[in-house]
């Protein structure tokens, strides 16, 4: 199971699941932090700071005295008004986490809320900023009864007359850490068991998905050479996997289409094969049955050697076939070859059967001055070419021409094979090119059938290709069409 495609697609899905969970819920938790200690901060400093403006204010409708040593000490109702404002919101529930104190320039308290711990909040680190005038945020870790407490602190200086006090501001910040560690034990519990849970969830709708392709495996395990005419079956929806289950079933319609093509090989092969052997196996039981005369065991010899002529004529053809058919070695001798010396030396070869078949072989070349170089295996070319001429000769009419034109069209050179023959029929037009097959026109002519084949092949292996238009008892055109070389 670890190895199957299902159980790695999950893995990874959860595995960047789970860092992209952690990743946003961390920033967010990060986020959520930073905004609620800014919102501590803002409430010390604007309480501290309504407190600074309420002193300021009393003092500038009330002055006090200026040779008194501390105002908070021989002003009663000043220091009372300081009181009333540093408890006066300790009842609202939002505020009274809050407390507040009055400090002298020694670090000394003077006034404290009632809520305010008895704890000295002074960090000495801090007092020379005071004295200058500048406002400082601290913080202090306190151990209560083996808990450990965090107090945010804000401190600002309020000058009297000559004299310098400090306006503390101190907020208790364990329900926020409270909060936050909740958060963060949440979000440590929440993030394991999405991810399983999502896991879980993909792991079936994975099955569900692959699910096409266990039935692509059970029946692809149930085809053989025996029953190759088995497909599998498409999925309802057109996604990826049905592309490659459509993908295997053509390449199956391929395989079928060759295996039947070898067998029928085959087949024809061994029809071939037969007639030639039972010929020489006949006159070799006939030489044995009794004394001959010498010319009669020359006729024999004639006819047994005439038979292994056409055999090895056949192995010769087949083996010439093998070699333009292997596409492996396509282009592998394709070199540079002269279209129009190929054509020329084709009709040295074709010229006696035409003289003796009393039919007029005829070149034409469109553009003289044209250099037809392609690039291809001068072999290959003259024995199509010359397959398809001969095969021009074969079924024309007596006395009637095979005109062979060369030209180029477009970026490709052409040649062109026209007879004034018996021409194909439509039914047999579709097969000419099919290893051993004689239509119904070529049944009193000699041959394998493997002509047409060859030329095909040959013609296919440099990239070129072959096109015939025919009416019968008119006769027909081949069209050999081969890139120019580069």
Partial sequence: MIKSVRFRITLWYSVTLFIILSLFSFYLYSKLKTSLYDSVDDMLFLKAESVRDSILNFIEEYP????????????????????????????????NLISLSILNKDGNYILRSVNSPEIDFVLKDSLNDLIKGVSVFDGLSVKQKDEEIIYRIYSAPVRIYDKTYIIQAIRTMSTINLALKTTL??????????????????????????????????????????????????????????????????????????????????????????????????????????????????????????????ISELIENLIVLARFSNLENKYSSAKKADLLNAVKKSMDLVKKYAELKSVKLNLIVDGISENFYVKADEFGLIKAISNIM?????????????????????????????????????????????????????????????????????????????????????????????????
């Fill in 64 to 95: 006090l005295s200026s040779s008194c040593a501390d105002f908070f000490n021989c002003d009663k109702r000043f220091a009372d008004f300081v009181s009333h404002i540093i408890n006066s919101d300790i009842k609202d529930p939002n505020l």
């Fill in 390 to 486: 001969e095969n021009a000769v074969k079924y024309s009419y007596k006395d009637k021409n095979v005109f062979v034109r060369l030209y180029k069209e477009d970026s490709f050179f052409c040649v062109e094979i026209k007879d004034e023959g018996i021409g194909i029929s439509k039914e047999d037009i579709g097969r000419i090119f099919e290893r051993f097959y004689r239509g119904e026109n070529s049944s009193n002519n000699e041959g394998f059938g493997l002509g047409l084949s060859i030329a095909k092949a040959a013609v296919e292996n440099i990239g070129g290709k072959i096109t015939i238009e025919s009416e019968p008892n008119k006769g027909s055109a081949f069209k050999i069409t081969i890139p120019k070389k580069d």
């Fill in 185 to 310: 034990r949440n979000i440590i519990i929440a993030i394991p068991l999405t991810v399983l849970f999502t896991a879980f969830l993909g792991m079936l709708m994975v099955k569900m998905t692959l699910n096409p392709i266990n039935n692509i495996t059970r029946t692809a395990k149930q085809i053989t050479d025996e029953n190759l005419h088995l497909r599998i079956p498409l999925p309802k929806n057109r996604d990826e996997i049905w592309d490659v289950a459509n993908f295997l079933n053509e390449m199956l319609d391929r395989i079928e289409k060759y295996f039947l093509n070898q067998k029928t090989f085959i087949q024809d092969l061994a029809h071939q094969l037969k007639t030639p052997i039972t010929v020489i196996k006949g006159e070799i039981d006939v030489a044995l049955k009794k004394e001959r005369t010498e010319m009669e065991y020359k006729e024999i010899i004639k006819s047994v050697y005439e038979e292994i002529n056409r």
